[in-house]
């Protein structure tokens, strides 16, 4: 067949290049990097005009009236040029500037969505009928998929080669072959999707070679002196208050116990878990204690309940007693009576799921599951805790026929933080469970839930939301994750979660699952300041860590105002996904772990990465000391209480003596 000649390699490349980059194209060939992406941007501006700034990051959005306006031939040069900027850009300045320019390919497709398709949710496909947009699409983040696997981000590098293969419509690969056969070449994706996230493999050797994408960390896990306390959790909540870790409710696995309880520990003393009383409301009332925020408000001293009920509970942390408020909703109608909203915003006075902050004595409640939705919602409330009031902002409790592209989409457990001045709340990632929905015959169902991969902040003060750029080494889209942000630091930190449409392929284990766990790690720096010119780098970096807690969902960060520590408890996983787990369909965890990171104030001073790299747990495996490789190796019996792991005798007669020097060991009688 002509496919299978060599020849089409070469014919393939010359039919997908654009004719007005070719001049920028051979600048790059022969090595002229600086004078080919001055051509590259040349070319673009003949397309956008001189006064746009690209890529467009003045002001941290995604929306361009700009770009709205361009012809299919249009957005495919500029594509082009973009991509052709990217791959100058890394020989020049580094992966940081390549990323910014390989996600302005994706920032143009998403305005051209925008404004041909604003009615369409964001699991729909739809792509221009151009086959020249679906090359350069494809370039872009095949490209941006190999810079993410160089930097050790295994799951975004994932994202991007499988939602290009999703995205671009088999009749274009039809007419174009050379989009899957040159370009996307599905095998290399097949290769990727192996790989954990982050994978065992790679973790030990990670060294940071780019500062403004990656930084290093080390996960810590914590040992309680005493026995007890809450256990193995699933679907609880958390808080911190003056150095004491509250954990609340939850469940140990599908099929319960769902416990009303209510435990803390001082995380100075570490003294062990002290219990106390349980929450009083009712089951019949309030329904399990699941999926619920616990909430501090530092004004009042009181952490609070949000259930879905007109009535909010709290616990008072001075007194250590429960209590409650009864708050009103107070409407603006016609907007909240065309929103759906009747004489209570949640239906059935439940909400699960949901995200929830307190900003100046103000809660705010975005998104969650209610009495007549699976699917989630995209209802944003906020509820003045000194007047008792609540409000609407923007959303829906149930999703509507069409989507709105002014504001974030339907979902259920996104992560959400304030930023340090109080003037925002962000929110990112979350899941539609269009699988829920099936079930309770709602509108929007599927086969598969929906990860998002968009990233949204609204401003207080103008009371709006704006789509924010994904700048960096960014975390691939997630439901369930654990966040928190870390006034100390000033960073916002992500851990785990779960992707119920990114696939993974276990060869060794002959498993092919649907979806995907996580136990990466990143920190977000904050949008870059007014007027920062292209040279500020600022965004996502990963924490490049030697070892990390199993992969998981569910689990919760928190963040020590008074120290500065931010800690990680609980979550579940699918058991099947951590092979040596023989029994149950999942499992849930009771650890705690602590997070140092290479920051001032980021508590990692005395961290030994040599050490780690050799005998840090990673995830449900260790590493063999002696020979580096990772399994469900036997820890060693002597003096040093298993420091140090071993694949198989002869390692164990190998690494004794180094191992016995480091760690202070010796055989016991």
Not at 65 to 90: H, K, P, R, W
Not at 135 to 141: I, L
């Amino acid at each position: 067949m002509a496919t299978d000649l060599p020849g089409d390699l070469f014919a393939d490349l010359e039919r997908l290049s654009q004719p007005s980059t070719k001049i920028g194209d051979t600048l790059f060939r022969i090595g002229n990097h600086t004078s080919s992406r001055e051509e590259y941007l040349r070319v673009a501006r003949t397309i956008v005009g001189t006064s746009l700034q690209i890529p467009i990051i003045e002001r941290g959005g995604v929306v361009s009236l700009s770009y709205a306006s361009l012809t299919d031939s249009e957005i495919a040069v500029l594509m082009a040029c973009y991509n052709g900027i990217a791959q100058c850009e890394e020989k020049l300045n580094g992966k940081y500037e390549a990323l910014l320019w390989l996600e302005e390919v994706h920032i143009l497709y998403l305005n051209i969505r925008y404004s041909r398709q604003p009615k369409l949710y964001d699991w729909a496909s739809w792509f221009p009928d151009d086959t020249r947009v679906s090359a350069e699409y494809a370039k872009a983040h095949v490209k941006a998929a190999a810079l993410f696997v160089n930097l050790g981000n295994t799951g975004t590098a994932v994202h991007r080669r499988w939602s290009t293969q999703e995205l671009i419509p088999d009749s274009h690969v039809e007419r174009e072959p050379g989009i899957t056969r040159t370009i996307i070449k599905p095998g290399a994706t097949s290769v990727l999707l192996q790989f954990r996230h982050p994978d065992p493999k790679f973790t030990g050797a990670a060294r940071v070679s780019e500062a403004s994408l990656q930084i290093l960390g080390s996960w810590k896990k914590i040992k309680v002196r005493k026995a007890g306390g809450p256990g193995r959790r699933m679907t609880f909540s958390s808080f911190i208050w003056d150095s004491t870790l509250y954990i609340a409710g939850g469940r140990p696995d599908s099929l319960g116990p769902f416990h009303r309880d209510l435990f803390c520990l001082d995380l100075k003393k570490l003294d062990g878990w002290k219990s106390l009383p349980d929450y009083p409301v009712p089951m019949s009332r309030s329904g399990a204690f699941l999926g619920w925020n616990f909430i501090p408000c530092p004004e009042h001293r009181k952490a609070y309940l949000f259930t879905g009920r007109p009535e909010l509970d709290y616990f008072d942390l001075t007194t250590k007693k429960w209590g409650s408020i009864m708050t009103k909703f107070i409407r603006n109608d016609p907007a909240d009576t065309k929103a759906g909203i009747k004489s209570w915003p949640y239906p059935g006075s439940k909400l699960t799921d949901s995200t929830q902050q307190i900003i100046n004595e103000k809660l705010y409640v975005f998104g969650g599951t209610h009495g007549t939705t699976n699917i989630g919602c995209n209802l944003f409330m906020v509820l003045d805790l000194r007047t008792k009031e609540w409000r609407r902002l923007s959303g829906y409790p149930m999703p509507p026929k069409d989507s709105d592209v002014t504001c974030p989409g339907p979902r259920k457990t996104p992560s959400s933080w304030p930023d340090h001045l109080a003037r925002k709340f962000y929110l990112i990632f979350g899941e539609c469970d269009r699988t829920g929905a099936v079930l309770r015959n709602e509108m929007h169902g599927g086969d598969v839930g929906h990860a998002y991969d968009d990233f949204w902040s609204w401003d207080i003060d103008a009371g709006k939301w704006q789509r924010e750029r994904l700048v960096g080494n960014v975390p691939c889209p997630r439901s369930e994750a654990a966040c928190v942000y870390n006034p100390i630091l000033n960073k916002t930190i992500v851990w785990g979660g779960y992707n119920p449409n990114l696939p993974t392929d276990h060869v060794e284990s002959r498993m092919k699952f649907s979806f995907s766990y996580y136990a990466d790690t990143f920190i977000w720096d904050g949008p870059p300041p007014a007027g920062a010119a292209l040279t500020h780098r600022s965004g996502w970096k990963q924490v490049l860590t030697k070892g990390f807690p199993t992969y998981r969902a569910q689990a919760h960060l928190l963040a020590d105002s008074q120290t500065g520590k931010t800690y990680l408890f609980g979550g579940f996983t699918n058991n099947d996904y951590v092979p040596e787990r023989k029994s149950g369909i999942s499992r849930s965890f009771g650890d705690l772990w602590e997070l140092r990171i290479d920051l001032p104030g980021g508590h990692f001073e005395g961290v030994d990465m040599e050490d780690e790299a050799r005998t840090a747990q990673l995830g449900p495996w260790q590493r063999c000391f002696t020979c580096g490789s990772a399994g469900p190796w036997r820890k060693c019996g002597g003096a040093c209480r298993g420091r140090a792991f071993f694949c198989d005798p002869d390692c164990q007669k190998e690494g004794w003596k180094e191992h016995k020097s480091m760690h202070n060991c010796r055989k016991l009688d």
